[in-house]
């Protein structure tokens, strides 16, 4: 089956299968890896706490906007799960693809 095996020929289940791997389409060849890193927890929380600010700017710039209530329950909701549950899980690999 297309997209079982790693790079190296190790069974993976098609969601583990690096997407350098993948086997694409004729008329869309699978991406190519630039990149591969892991992020440490200083990197991680900059990521949340940066991508978190620039909505919570916005909502103070505009705390009368219609969708204002939903974005901070939205917001509040994903601290939540950064903060009580997957902050901390680190190892997971950051690739930057082209095609």
């Not at 969601?15 to 927890?41: K, M």
């Not at 974005?71 to 899980?89: C, H, I, M, P």
Request: contains cysteine; aromatic residues 6%.
């Amino acid at each position: 089956m297309p997209g079982t095996a790693a790079c190296d020929g190790t069974p993976r289940s098609p969601r583990t299968t690096p997407p350098c791997c993948s086997t694409g389409s004729p008329s869309r060849p699978p991406p190519r890896v630039l990149h591969l890193s892991t992020t440490d927890q200083r990197e991680w929380d900059d990521f949340e706490s940066t991508w978190l600010a620039g909505r919570e700017e916005g909502l103070a710039a505009h705390p009368d906007h219609p969708d204002a209530v939903q974005l901070r329950a939205d917001l509040d909701a994903r601290l939540r799960r950064y903060v009580g549950g997957y902050r901390g899980v680190l190892g997971l690999a950051s690739p930057v693809l082209a095609r």
